[in-house]
Nanobody
Framework: QVQLVESGGGLVQAGGSLRLSCAASGSTFRLNRFGWYRQAPGKQRELVAGINSGYSTNYADSVKGRFTISRDNAKNTVYLQMNNLKPEDTAIYYC???????WGQGTQVTVSS
């Protein structure tokens, strides 16, 4: 069993940046695949970005070129750097561990126009 704790959300103006962090417990962090998902009001949860144990990444088309997912195995932490934020990026952002099918509690990101 692992636990995920997200942080770094907040209120930012359009064009601004935020960096989300996902701190994970457990001794197998370096072997796990992680994803950042988001859910806006009235919409389904969607994948934003993913990273595997080999550092390969994938992104939703809507965030390519603006968001970057990364990981620090020494700190058991996954990051999501979000640049050039848009109002449509407003959502609750969740971290997900694919190997353990575990979600974090989410962190709110609000982008004002």
């Amino acid at each position: 069993q692992v636990q995920l704790v997200e942080s770094g959300g907040g209120l930012v103006q359009a064009g601004g940046s935020l960096r989300l962090s996902c701190a994970a417990s457990g001794s197998t962090f370096r072997l796990n695949r992680f994803g950042w998902y988001r859910q806006a009001p009235g919409k389904q949860r969607e994948l934003v970005a993913g990273i595997n144990s080999g550092y390969s990444t994938n992104y939703a088309d809507s965030v390519k070129g603006r968001f970057t997912i990364s990981r620090d195995n020494a700190k058991n932490t996954v990051y999501l750097q979000m640049n050039n934020l848009k109002p449509e990026d407003t959502a609750i952002y969740y971290c997900f561990n694919s190997n353990f099918d575990t979600w974090g509690q989410g962190t709110q990101v609000t982008v004002s126009s």
